[in-house]
């Protein structure tokens, strides 16, 4: 797909388990083994307790409209005006992303609708978690 | 063992000559420039100078090009807060002995883009992986994301955010030196070009060139110097992420509350003591962020206390709180790293000498962000020794 203008991500060993999981339409979070939380961004310890006591699990795919603004200004491979969101997922954490499948509007974008993820080819090694109105 | 309040003061402060456009000026000698005025302000010669500070450029680059040799250096470079945490890191080590007369120095050519090191991010930073690809455009999509979320917790207006601008730009007209110094109104605002919904052109700092610095030493050498000295009475400074995205709290900054509290703590102050207060405003919602971090406003209140003319020229009343007196970087200037003009228009408060003189004014905070909110400083001084 040598037409895609957007940002590429290069992943690194400790994040190569949540870009492979993207690959085969999985969003992979972690959890702490010590307190049970998620978190996110990858890393192979806890942000909470320095533990490596951690593990891989597969997220809901379930979250909701965190917050967002909507650009304005000329971006590569996007077309303006684009929102750039927050997701809140009910594991406990959050992550920026795109909402596809909706209008880029004030009235359509509500905080805290439901949201579910979907994953977007980038190559042969990249696919991105992006976040739709949930259809139920 | 804490900092001890007001064992160290600033003699010597200054800005480059010329702020805004400069294209015949490199980033380097803007750094330099205010490096020169500083010191031509109380008297110093770079040989008089055993400590050097700086962000962004490496403390190498400007201890070699102005001729210093210091004994001590900081390159602590987290953004626009960088100079605020340097006041705290020069204290320390004034204190400890490590060296006599500290030079911090910031110099930005973000206009004209002249001697400016390349920046940029990795594509397989965490940055790179978890957020560029989403399309962010700098700090005007990415410093204002969580602010959706604030404005829905406590059930505020954009015109609250709005007018933080149009109170701060009152401030800018007593500056000559101010980029913006025509009056705005809240229409005027939310009629402005959209950049990111729901912010407008009036709502971000604009984009200019300059420098500043400032020169401190221990209070019992400041009367040997040609300047009223500003000690400093308290000081703190926390970071929190890189990735606006991981935020604790879309509707308040940990950075701030760590960094404010810190320096009020170390300070000995209560809210009451402070006559004047400086909040790096990159963009029009960072005063309410911080008017309620550091304490001075109850959650979701801060937007209110800037309408009722708190913070206005001319309020009076136990609520009075002069804030952003030089217009802020949303008027006066911005060059990128904002956080030394905070601290320059603080020293002219408490040295009597702002265009925009607060009455009596004894006691100054000086709030500052780095990257967004991905850093805090926060300085306490005053015009009164310990």
Redesign the interface.
């Known amino acids: 797909m040598s037409d895609y203008q957007k940002w590429i991500p290069v992943p690194t060993p400790e994040t190569r388990h949540f870009w492979d999981g993207c690959r085969e339409g999985r969003l992979l979070l972690q959890r702490c083994g010590d307190t049970g939380r998620a978190y996110f961004p990858p890393r192979p310890f806890s942000p909470y307790t320095g533990s490596r006591n951690v593990s891989v699990f597969e997220a809901s795919g379930q979250g909701a409209l965190y917050s967002y603004v909507i650009n304005h200004r000329p971006a590569r491979g996007f077309d303006a005006p684009y929102a750039i969101a927050i997701v809140q997922l009910p594991e406990g954490v959050r992550m920026m992303t795109n909402i596809v499948e909706c209008e880029q509007t004030p009235e359509a974008l509500e905080l805290d609708m439901p949201l579910e993820v979907c994953f977007e080819k980038i190559d042969d090694d990249i696919s991105l978690p992006l976040w739709r109105p949930a259809h139920g | 063992m804490t900092y001890k309040p007001g064992s160290i003061a600033i003699v010597g402060a200054a800005e480059s000559t010329d702020l805004g456009k400069l294209p015949d000026i490199s980033q380097l000698q803007l750094h330099a420039d205010a490096a020169l005025n500083a010191m031509a302000d109380c008297g110093l010669r770079p040989a008089d100078i055993d400590g050097i500070a700086t962000a962004r450029e490496a403390p190498t680059e400007l201890a070699h090009y102005l001729g210093i040799v210091p004994k001590w250096v900081d390159g602590t470079s987290v953004g626009g807060c960088s100079f605020m945490i340097h006041v705290r890191h020069a204290c320390a080590a004034i204190e400890a002995g490590l060296c006599n007369t500290v030079l911090i120095t910031h110099g930005e050519s973000g206009r004209s883009q002249i001697g400016r090191p390349v920046q940029g991010v990795?594509?397989?930073t965490?940055e790179?992986?978890?957020?560029?690809?989403?399309?962010?455009?700098g700090p005007?999509?990415?410093f204002?994301?969580?602010?959706?979320?604030y404005l829905?917790t406590y059930g505020v207006g954009i015109e609250k955010v709005a007018n933080v601008g149009v109170v701060q730009r009152k401030w800018a007209g007593f500056h000559p030196r101010a980029s913006f110094r025509d009056p705005i109104t809240i229409d005027d605002v939310l009629n402005s070009?959209?950049?990111?919904?729901?912010?407008r052109l009036l709502m971000c700092c604009l984009v200019t060139d300059g420098g500043g610095a400032l020169i401190l030493t221990r209070a019992d050498r400041a009367s040997s110097f040609p300047t009223k000295p500003v000690y400093i009475q308290g000081i703190g400074e926390s970071v929190e992420t890189s990735?606006?995205?991981?935020m604790e709290d879309?509707t308040s900054s940990r950075a701030f509350r760590v960094a404010g509290r810190t320096a009020f703590e170390n300070a000995g102050i209560t809210h009451r003591d402070v006559d004047h207060l400086m909040i790096y405003d990159a963009f029009a919602h960072l005063p309410i962020y911080g008017l309620e971090d550091l304490g001075f406003c109850g959650r979701g209140e801060a937007g209110d206390f800037i309408w009722d003319g708190n913070t206005a020229p001319g309020a009076t009343g136990s609520n009075a709180l002069p804030l952003n007196t030089n217009g802020g970087g949303l008027s006066y200037m911005h060059s990128g790293m904002y956080g030394m003009y905070a601290l320059q228009e603080s020293v002219r408060q408490m040295r009597g000498a702002s265009p925009a003189q607060v009455e009596g004014a004894e006691l100054s905070v000086c709030h500052g962000v780095g990257g967004m909110f991905a850093a805090s400083g926060t300085v306490v001084m005053s015009n009164r020794p310990a």
Not at chain 2, 144 to 149: C, E, F, G, H, M
Not at chain 2, 243 to 246: A, E, N, V
């Open positions: 990795g594509p397989s965490q790179g992986q978890f957020q560029m690809p989403y399309g962010p455009l005007p999509t990415m204002t994301i969580p602010v959706l979320r829905k070009r959209m950049i990111a919904w729901p912010f990735l606006i995205s991981q879309f």
